[in-house]
């Protein structure tokens, strides 16, 4: 299957995948003495590309060797399961409603050797009370025992709670 926004993979020798290699590389050397295991991808308004930025990101981070779980937080419009070709049926709200869910997560494997896609799962009919701090902590060791790279892509009005749960 065609993945026309991943980069990363449709063009590696681009000057835009290798500039997600550089933040990747960046990202490492930040991280050397307290190594980063979650990132944040967020923007103030919609439309700005996170989503394909976390997606690209998230693919150099595999293909470094990093495990890696992208996870999309985004549960007003998510379109991670769309850039990677999987289904959006079990994810990311399957684990606040389902205790199964939360000790063996809905990882999907996306084709990329060390990465893992948790989608966002069936959209709540309104914004979600999981985004309390305490509902993230008890998802957050279930989806990766072992060193991890997350990355999350929320929607925008979830920055600063999703940053003081994780960060």
Excluded at 31 to 52: F, N, Q, R, W, Y
Excluded at 116 to 142: E, I, Q
Excluded at 147 to 165: A, G, I, M, N, V
């Amino acid at each position: 299957m065609s993945k026309p926004q991943l980069i990363t993979l449709t063009d590696p020798r681009s000057p835009a995948a290798e500039a997600y290699r550089t933040l990747r590389t960046n990202l490492t050397f930040a991280g050397l003495d307290h190594p980063i295991e979650t990132l944040v991808v967020t923007s103030p308004a919609p439309g700005e590309g996170k989503s394909v930025a976390a997606a690209n990101l998230a693919v150099t981070m595999a293909q470094g060797e990093h495990r890696t779980i992208l996870v999309d937080a985004d549960l007003r419009r998510p379109v991670l399961h769309e850039i990677f070709g999987v289904s959006n049926e079990r994810g990311l709200t399957t684990m606040f409603v389902d205790p199964q869910a939360r000790a063996n997560p809905p990882l999907v494997e996306v084709g990329v050797e060390n990465l893992w896609l948790l989608p966002s799962g069936p959209l709540p009919p309104t914004r979600p009370t999981c985004w309390a701090p305490a509902g993230w902590r008890k998802l957050s060791p279930s989806c990766a025992p072992g060193p991890t790279f997350f990355s999350l892509t929320p929607h925008r009005s979830l920055r600063s709670p999703t940053r003081q749960c994780w960060g």
